[in-house]
């Protein structure tokens, strides 16, 4: 039985949860996160931001839509600590927040191309 405070990763593998029990705050906090993979739109920008900074102009380009739309996805992005921005002068430029957005969009990819 798992009191919550490991998580199986593989094949009987356990993975000590940084020594915090995944209460229900935990699991709701998680599927908060997970939520926000489920949009097309927030999943273009993430993708696009892949290669690395890029701007609202840069990142509008890329996934053909509106500077205001993407904007408005990409604060919902920082909300949730998947991308950050970086200011220079008046331009800004976002990125990943970390390399685990990277590792979890590399991941769900491997998992759909699967056959």
Same mark, same amino acid.
């Given at each position: 039985?798992? @009191?919550?405070?490991?998580?199986?990763?593989?094949?009987?593998?356990?993975?000590?949860?940084?020594?915090?029990? %995944?209460?229900?705050?935990?699991?709701?906090?998680?599927?908060? %996160?997970?939520?926000?993979?489920?949009?097309?739109? #927030?999943?273009?920008?993430?993708?696009?931001?892949?290669?690395?900074?890029?701007?609202?102009? @840069?990142?509008?380009?890329?996934?053909?839509?509106?500077?205001?739309? $993407?904007?408005?996805?990409?604060?919902?992005?920082?909300?949730?600590?998947?991308?950050? $921005? #970086? #200011?220079?002068?008046?331009?800004?430029?976002?990125?990943? @927040?970390?390399?685990?957005?990277?590792?979890?969009?590399?991941?769900?990819?491997?998992?759909?191309?699967?056959?």
């Amino acid at each position: 039985m798992n @009191d919550g405070s490991y998580v199986h990763v593989s094949k009987g593998e356990k993975m000590k949860t940084a020594g915090v029990k %995944f209460d229900d705050n935990k699991f709701n906090d998680l599927a908060e %996160f997970y939520k926000i993979f489920g949009d097309p739109t #927030r999943l273009k920008i993430l993708l696009s931001l892949k290669d690395g900074e890029a701007s609202v102009t @840069d990142l509008s380009m890329k996934v053909n839509m509106n500077q205001s739309a $993407v904007s408005h996805q990409l604060r919902i992005l920082k909300q949730a600590r998947l991308a950050r $921005v #970086r #200011r220079d002068g008046k331009n800004a430029y976002y990125s990943f @927040d970390d390399e685990h957005i990277d590792l979890i969009l590399k991941l769900g990819i491997e998992h759909i191309l699967e056959v």
